[in-house]
C-alpha cells in the first residue's frame, strides 16, 4: 500500500491550504488515518486524525484544521486555515493496518500507524 499526498505549497499568513491523500495498489481499508508534520530541526508531531467518524487534532492546529475522509474515494483531507507562519513543515499522511482502527489514546503516535505517505510541503510566509 502506497499513500499518495498532495495539495502543499506555499501560501501567505491567513491563507488556505487542503491535502489530500490516497492509498494506491492493493485494496486496501483502514479505519484510521491521519497527518503528522516534521519542521526542519524538529521532531515529527502530530497534527490531525479521523478515526471511524472521529477526530482529534493538536492543540496548536485546533479550530484552524478540518480532517475529514471522503469513504467513497478511500481519501483523506485535510483543510488547513488561518495558516501561520509556525505551519511551515512537511506534511505526512498516515494509515492504520487494513481494517484497524486506533484505539482513541494511542490516536496521537506515529508509532500507531503502519503506512506512510512521502510528504508534502507547506511553506507559511509572514
Known amino acids: 500500500v502506497q499513500l499518495q499526498a498532495s495539495g502543499g505549497g506555499s501560501v501567505q499568513a491567513g491563507g488556505s491550504l487542503t491535502l489530500s491523500c490516497a492509498p494506491s495498489?492493493?485494496?486496501?481499508?483502514?479505519?484510521?488515518m491521519g497527518w503528522f508534520r516534521q519542521a526542519p530541526g524538529k521532531e515529527r508531531e502530530f497534527v490531525a486524525t479521523w478515526s471511524s467518524g472521529d477526530t482529534y487534532y493538536a492543540n496548536s492546529v485546533k479550530g484552524r484544521f478540518t480532517v475529514f475522509r471522503d469513504s467513497a474515494k478511500n481519501t483523506l483531507f485535510l483543510q488547513m486555515n488561518s495558516l501561520k507562519p509556525e505551519d511551515t513543515a512537511v506534511y505526512y499522511c498516515a494509515a492504520a493496518r487494513d481494517r484497524q482502527k486506533v484505539i482513541a489514546s494511542l490516536t496521537t503516535r506515529a508509532a500507531s500507524y503502519t503506512y506512510w505517505g512521502q510528504g508534502t510541503q507547506v511553506t507559511v510566509s509572514s
Open positions: 495498489g492493493r485494496t486496501f481499508r483502514t479505519y484510521s
